[in-house]
């Protein structure tokens, strides 16, 4: 994936953040770490799950306002699976549900 890093994507308290395909970072976290690449690669994945971007931000949109942030199904799956660099090899459509 490709990573742009800058001042202003994500939001201050975060360090990257997936935004159609791309990871946006922020400089002060150059390089991104495998397992920060790997989690918003995860949500790249569960991007297709959803037919695609906008259909994922609704989807995402929804799951927040419904859970929080770090219990939105699609948070859960991405933290849980971060450190396994193999993980998108062997992971099932929609394990987010």
């Known amino acids: 994936m490709r990573i ?3 001042n202003l994507i994500p939001f201050p308290g975060y360090s ?5 395909g791309v990871i946006f970072a922020r400089k002060k976290y150059k390089p991104l770490s495998t397992s920060t690449i790997n989690h918003e690669a995860i949500h790249d994945a569960q ?4 037919h695609g ?27 849980d699976n971060e450190r396994n660099t193999d993980y998108l090899k062997t992971r099932k459509p929609f394990a987010w549900k």
Request: hydrophobic share 45%.
């Open 4 to 6: 742009i890093y800058n």
């Open 16 to 20: 990257a953040m997936m935004l159609f």
């Open 47 to 50: 991007a297709r799950d959803c």
């Open 53 to 79: 971007y906008f259909f994922y931000y609704l989807r995402y949109l929804w799951q927040w306002i419904r859970h929080d942030y770090r219990n939105n199904p699609f948070e859960v799956e991405a933290y």
